[in-house]
């Protein structure tokens, strides 16, 4: 009987590949690919796979973070193989605690090793839960956030200091991302929501502090009481950004400064 199973990676290219080298196994059916975590989180709901092959290095939200988040949500989770190009604290963690993984560029012989191995886990089904809860909490503790962010900006894909940015917006699907300072610079991320794009920041550096906005709290110069009891926040940015802040986080502004 054929394992059902999701592909999720940022990449086409790899994705293509794994796709063909399990279809050669003759033991997986892929029912659907996925680019990025987010798309991860939805397919896995949809489809409820056998088996997912998840990338551990994508954009926004990582392979690591798609586990926590539906761990945090009870969903049942499949049995999970990661895929990584590097990070060998990782794989080391993998040997102990995951299902399986696998290298990058895919070996033929290692992706049907894979396969068995999950084949061999599906029974008891809490098994492969716990080891994962374990592997998440363990990569928790070791795993640093990453300390810059990708940029697009003038045809240059440019990385920025977490620390320097100052607030990204989202307009049309489109997320711009300003850093500080007179020399501040103005680009695009490869997040498609903001929600992504905090999953892959420092959560005591950064604040939701509109639906549409994501600011820096050590970036915010001054707090500028607006109409009806709101806020603007200024930004410390070359234009001195006026940030709005919603009404559900007016709470959460005045916690933070003791307004």
């Given amino acids: 009987m054929q394992l059902s199973a999701l592909i999720v990676d940022d990449e086409q290219l790899?994705?293509?590949?794994?796709?063909?080298?399990?279809k050669d196994t003759g033991e997986v059916n892929v029912v659907a690919q996925g680019k990025n975590g987010l798309d991860a989180i939805n397919l896995?709901?949809?489809?409820?796979?056998?088996?997912?092959f998840l990338d551990v290095q994508m954009p926004g939200l990582d392979g690591f973070g798609v586990i926590?988040?539906?761990?945090?949500?009870?969903?049942?989770?499949?049995?999970?193989v990661f895929a990584t190009a590097f990070d060998q604290y990782?794989?080391?963690?993998?040997?102990?605690?995951?299902?399986?993984?696998l290298l990058k560029p895919f070996d033929?012989?290692?992706?049907?090793?894979?396969?068995q191995r999950a084949r061999e886990q599906m029974s008891p089904a809490n098994v492969s839960q716990d080891r994962l809860e374990t592997?998440?909490?363990?990569?928790?503790?070791?795993?640093?956030q990453p300390s810059k962010l990708l940029i697009k900006a003038a045809g240059r894909m440019l990385l920025a200091d977490q620390k320097d940015i100052c607030y990204a917006s989202i307009e049309d699907g489109v997320i711009t991302v300003v850093t500080a300072g007179a020399a501040g610079l103005e680009g695009h991320s490869n997040c498609r929501t903001l929600e992504e794009l905090l999953d892959s920041l420092d959560s005591k550096l950064f604040w939701r502090a509109h639906r549409s906005y994501l600011v820096n709290i050590n970036r915010i110069k001054e707090v500028v009481?607006?109409?009806?009891?709101?806020?603007?926040?200024?930004m410390d940015d070359k234009?001195?950004?006026?940030?709005?802040?919603?009404?559900?986080?007016t709470k959460r502004l005045r916690e933070l400064f003791g307004l």
């Fill in 14 to 22: 790899a994705r293509d590949e794994l796709a063909y080298l399990l």
């Fill in 44 to 52: 896995i709901k949809e489809h409820t796979p056998d088996l997912v």
């Fill in 68 to 80: 926590k988040k539906l761990l945090d949500k009870k969903v049942v989770l499949p049995k999970v």
């Fill in 90 to 101: 990782a794989v080391k963690a993998f040997e102990v605690n995951a299902v399986d993984y």
């Fill in 108 to 115: 033929k012989k290692r992706v049907a090793q894979a396969v």
């Fill in 135 to 144: 592997l998440v909490r363990m990569l928790e503790t070791q795993k640093q």
């Fill in 225 to 234: 009481p607006w109409f009806k009891s709101s806020y603007q926040l200024r």
């Fill in 239 to 249: 234009k001195h950004s006026e940030i709005p802040v919603s009404r559900a986080q």
